[in-house]
């Protein structure tokens, strides 16, 4: 079956340190990858995305992210973080022929201490 | 703001009670997909419609049953509601490969 691992809950940092969150999936064709973010008391957004071309791509708010396929992982990266990206984080994937379906990981709650 | 909306924004309800929620699609899409996400939980896909037609259907009871109307608006109707269907129910606009999410109802089952 096909699957999203998040493997960090919950992570606390302080500002300005740098941040990677890790997102595994399992799924043997082509897919697109996603990461979104939910602010307390705000719908997901969506911070970035991946479809095809280069496995490093960047987002809003300084986020990127890299495609491994060797790996299948996604992981998120922000160089220095500040207290405002305190949220909840979804890794989602769509798998090619899966109409619509979006398969998204536990979510990792990120607290930034100011 | 996504311009994808939703109604209500919560909704309290009793076991083997029915409910219709409510999504408006952003200007220009024509695919919707609902999602139930429980509390601290990922979102988890329940069906998507095209153009009036379910176009895909996840692990979801038949008692979860959808519409999408000429201007893409959708409803989602659970009947038989049970505890567990207590949640926050997401629905999600598309043109392409990308989804844009609202802000959800929230449904409390007593």
């Known amino acids: 079956a096909q699957s999203v691992s998040q493997h960090n809950h919950h992570v606390i940092l302080s500002e300005a340190a740098s941040l990677e969150l890790g997102c595994n999936y399992s799924y043997g064709g082509t897919v697109n990858l996603f990461w979104y973010v939910q602010y307390p008391g705000q719908h997901l957004q969506l911070l970035l995305k991946?479809?095809?071309?280069?496995?490093l791509v960047k987002g809003i708010k300084g986020f990127e992210a890299e495609f491994i396929k060797s790996k299948f992982s996604f992981n998120l990266r922000k160089p220095s973080v500040q207290w405002s990206d305190t949220a909840e984080y979804f890794c989602?994937?769509?798998?090619?022929?899966?109409?619509?379906?979006?398969?998204f990981g536990q979510g990792t709650t990120l607290q930034v201490k100011p | 703001e996504t311009g994808v909306t939703q109604s209500p924004t919560h909704l309290i309800k009793t076991r083997g009670q029915q409910v219709t929620l409510r999504c408006s699609s952003q200007s220009g899409h024509n695919t919707v997909s609902w999602y139930q996400q429980a509390l601290g939980q990922g979102p988890q896909f329940i069906f998507q419609y095209y153009r009036e037609e379910e176009n895909g259907r996840g692990n979801f009871p038949p008692r979860f049953s959808g519409l999408q109307f000429p201007n893409y608006s959708s409803e989602l109707n659970v009947n038989a509601l049970e505890l567990d269907d207590s949640a926050l129910y997401l629905c999600?606009?598309?043109?392409?490969?990308?989804?844009?999410f609202g802000p959800g109802t929230r449904l409390l089952v007593l």
């Open positions: 989602a994937v769509k798998g090619s022929g899966n109409t619509g379906k979006l398969i």
């Open positions: 991946y479809f095809s071309g280069d496995p």
């Open positions: 999600a606009s598309s043109e392409q490969e990308t989804q844009y």
